[in-house]
C-alpha cells in the first residue's frame, strides 16, 4: 500500500525514519540474530540471511566485509538504499526471486550498488520514475526505455546531461517512440539512413529525399500501425522513391501533379506513366492527361505499353476501339482540263463553296487543294501549251483561298484521248516535278510538318478527287504507254505511281464526266483503297448538277465505311540485340465488333497474308 501510494523514493524515507523513531543504532555493531542466540545474522550466519529484508541476501550484500557503498556509515546488508539512489533495494536488487541481484547493464555491479544501472550515462536518481514501455523493466534498469529497439545510449548522444531531442518537444529521444515527430515510429525507421545524406530516418523528415515528407508518406498518424506500403514491394512508402510503381517517382509526380500513391490518377484505366511517356514534351494537347479522365491516349485511338525490366508488360493486351470515319482530312481536286471538260470545271466552280461547309459536316477538319493536268504536248500526246501537271493551290483551311485556285483551270488542248493522269498524281504524291517535255518543276520547299506537292498536313487523310472523262496514259496493264524517248524523260507507271500512293496512303475517289474513263479510275480507286464497306471502288460517273453534290457522296461513304488495313510497323534500334518484334509483340488481332450507339455495323474481318 506504501509503495503503491508513495513510489519507491518515498518508501526509502520511509524505512529511515522508522529506524530513527525505533531508536535504532545505525552503527557497525552488528544486529542480535533473529533466533535469539548469540552472535549476528551476518555473513556468516546462516546462508539465508536477509538483515534488512530488502530481499538481497548478506551474503550478496557482503555483510562479513560491513561494505558500504554510498559511504552514509550503514553497511549495505542493513541499507535499504546501498548506492544511494533514491531507489529501494528491494527495487534495485531480484524482484522475482532472492537469487543473485541483477546487473541490467551487465558492468559487473549489480543495479543496487550502480548509480547508472542501465548504463546510459544518466544516472539512476534523473530517471523518470516508471516504465515508460510497460515492458516490465523499470526505466532506470532498462537498457531501451521507450521500447523502439533502439538502445538509450545510442539515442541519447555524446552528452547525458542533455539527451538529443531531435523533434524539439521537451521529450529526449531516448524517452520518445518517434523521435523526428513524423508519426512513423523509431521501431520503423531504426538506425538506417535511407537516402544516405548522413541523417538517420528516424531523425530525418523526408527520409528518401523524393519532396514528400515522412509524415505525408506514413499512411496515418498512428504510430502503433505500420507506415503504408502502396504498391507492396516490401518498402514503405516513406522509404520508397516511387511509392505506387508506376515508374513515375515520387519527385516527378510532385512536379505533374499526379498522386505518388495511385498508379492511376485520374482513374481511366491508363496509369499515370502511359500517359506521360506518350504525351511529347511541350504538346498542350496531352499535357494533362495523367489528371483528366476524358484525355487519354488510349481516348485518341493509340496503343502504349510500358514493359518494365523482367516484368510482365503493363497492360498485357489491349484492345484498340476505332470505327472507319475520318477525322481530319486533306481533299486535293485533280481536275482533267483538256478542252472537252468545260462542264465539270463550270460546276466545280458554282458548287464548291456550297462543298467545303458541307464536307466539314462530314468531317470535321478539312483543308482543300486546287490541282489539274492536261498531257505531255510531244509526240501526239497533247497539244499547244499542255502540260502533265500544275498545282495551282496548296492545301489551305481557308475556304475563300481555295475557290480562288480555281481560277488557275483554264480548259484546252489535249489531242489523242488518254491523258496524263498517272505522271500527275505522282507528281503530286512525291511533291517532285516531272522532266520531259513541259513536264512539271520542282515546288517550293514545303512548311515544316507537310509534304507532297500541294503540302499535306501530317495527319491528315489525303484525299485526292480525280476528275475526268478519259482513260489514262500509263493506265492499269501498261495501257496506252508513253515513250519516254519521245518525252524526253520518264513518264512514271501505274505501278509506280500506285506504289508512292500507297506508302503515303493516298486514297483517289474517280469522279468520270461521262463513262470513258471509269474502268481506269475503278482500278485506280481499288489499287488506293478508296473502297467501300464492301469493297467497291468509289468512282461516280457525273451526269449532271451540282459536281460538289456527287463528290460529297463519295466522300462520305469513304469517311464512314472504308475498309483499314490493320498491321503494325515497328523500328528497331540498330545499336542494342533487342529484337523489336519479337519483345514487344505477341500478335496482333482483328476485333470483329460494332457500336449501335454510334451506327457502326461488325465488320468480318479478313486475314490477308494467311498467317492465322
Not at 482 to 511: K, M, Q, W
Not at 563 to 578: G, K, L, M, N, Q
Request: hydrophobic content about 35%; overall charge negative; glycine content about 14%.
Amino acid at each position: 500500500m506504501l509503495f503503491d501510494r508513495l513510489g519507491w523514493r518515498g518508501v526509502a524515507a520511509f524505512a529511515v525514519l522508522a529506524l530513527a523513531m525505533a531508536g535504532c543504532d545505525p552503527g557497525s555493531a552488528p544486529p542480535p540474530r533473529r533466533d535469539g542466540g548469540a552472535g549476528s545474522d551476518d555473513g556468516g550466519g546462516p546462508s539465508g540471511a536477509d538483515t534488512d529484508g530488502d530481499g538481497i541476501l548478506d551474503q550478496w550484500e557482503d555483510a562479513s566485509t560491513l561494505v558500504d557503498t554510498d559511504g552514509d556509515g550503514t553497511p549495505d546488508y542493513q541499507d535499504l538504499d546501498s548506492d544511494g539512489d533514491g531507489i529501494p533495494d528491494s527495487v534495485e536488487g531480484n524482484p522475482l526471486s532472492s537469487g543473485m541481484p541483477v546487473d541490467s547493464d551487465s558492468d559487473g555491479v549489480p543495479d543496487f550498488r550502480d548509480l547508472d544501472s542501465d548504463g546510459n550515462g544518466i544516472e539512476d536518481a534523473a530517471e523518470p520514475e516508471g516504465d515508460l514501455d510497460t515492458d516490465a523493466t523499470l526505466d532506470f534498469a532498462d537498457i531501451d526505455d521507450d521500447g523502439d529497439n533502439i538502445s538509450d545510449v545510442d539515442e541519447i548522444g555524446g552528452d547525458p546531461a542533455a539527451p538529443i531531442d531531435t523533434d524539439g518537444d521537451g521529450t529526449p529521444d531516448y524517452r520518445d517512440p518517434d523521435s523526428d515527430g513524423d508519426t512513423i515510429g523509431d521501431v520503423h525507421e531504426s538506425i538506417i539512413d535511407t537516402d544516405m545524406d548522413g541523417i538517420l530516418d528516424r531523425h530525418d523528415l523526408d527520409s528518401d529525399e523524393d519532396g514528400w515528407t515522412d509524415a505525408e508518406e506514413a499512411g496515418d498518424t498512428d504510430l502503433a500501425t505500420p507506415p503504408v506500403d502502396t504498391d507492396g514491394d516490401r518498402i514503405p512508402d516513406y522509404r520508397d522513391t516511387d511509392s505506387d510503381g508506376d515508374g513515375l517517382s515520387d519527385r516527378r509526380e510532385r512536379e505533374l501533379g499526379t498522386a505518388r500513391d495511385n498508379a492511376d490518377t485520374d482513374g481511366d484505366g491508363v496509369s499515370d506513366l502511359v500517359e506521360i511517356a506518350a504525351c511529347p514534351e511541350g504538346d498542350t494537347t496531352c499535357a494533362m492527361d495523367a489528371t483528366d479522365p476524358t484525355s487519354s491516349p488510349r481516348a485518341r485511338g493509340d496503343f502504349v505499353f510500358a514493359e518494365p525490366y523482367m516484368m510482365a508488360p503493363m497492360p498485357p493486351r489491349d484492345t484498340l476501339d476505332f470505327a472507319t470515319d475520318i477525322r481530319v482530312a486533306d481533299v486535293y481536286f485533280m481536275m482533267d482540263t483538256t478542252g472537252s471538260m468545260g462542264a465539270s470545271v463550270a460546276s466545280l466552280r458554282t458548287s464548291l463553296s456550297a462543298f467545303i461547309p458541307r464536307v466539314r459536316m462530314e468531317i470535321p477538319d478539312v483543308w482543300i487543294g486546287i490541282g489539274d493536268f492536261k498531257d505531255y504536248p510531244v509526240g501526239g500526246y497533247g497539244s499547244g501549251s499542255d502540260f502533265a501537271y500544275r498545282n495551282h493551290q496548296n492545301v489551305t483551311a481557308d475556304e475563300a483561298t481555295a475557290i480562288a485556285g480555281l481560277a488557275g483551270y483554264n480548259t484546252s488542248g489535249g489531242a489523242d484521248g488518254a491523258e496524263s493522269h498517272v505522271p500527275a498524281l505522282w507528281a503530286m504524291a512525291t511533291g517532285m516535278g516531272l522532266p520531259g517535255t513541259s513536264g512539271t518543276p520542282a515546288p517550293p520547299a514545303c512548311p515544316a510538318g507537310h509534304w507532297g506537292y500541294p503540302c499535306f498536313r501530317a495527319g491528315a487523310v489525303p484525299i485526292v478527287v480525280l476528275i475526268s472523262d478519259i482513260y489514262m496514259h500509263n493506265g492499269p496493264g501498261g495501257a496506252n504507254a508513253y515513250n519516254d524517248g519521245t518525252i524526253g524523260g520518264h513518264a512514271p507507271t501505274f505501278d509506280e505511281t500506285v506504289a508512292v500512293l500507297t506508302a503515303n496512303n493516298i486514297r483517289v475517289i474517280g469522279i468520270g464526266q461521262g463513262s470513258g474513263g471509269i474502268a481506269h479510275m475503278n482500278a485506280m480507286a481499288t489499287a488506293t483503297g478508296a473502297v467501300d464497306g464492301t469493297g467497291a471502288p468509289l468512282t461516280s460517273v457525273w451526269s449532271g448538277g451540282a459536281i460538289g453534290d456527287t463528290v460529297l457522296t463519295q466522300i462520305r461513304t469513304l469517311a464512314n465505311t472504308s475498309r483499314f488495313d490493320i498491321s503494325v510497323e515497328y523500328v528497331d534500334d540498330p545499336a542494342d540485340t533487342v529484337d523489336t518484334w519479337a519483345a514487344f509483340v505477341d500478335h496482333i488481332e482483328a476485333n470483329e465488333a460494332g457500336d449501335p450507339a454510334r451506327g457502326c455495323e461488325a465488320r468480318m474481318a479478313e486475314d490477308t497474308d494467311g498467317d492465322g
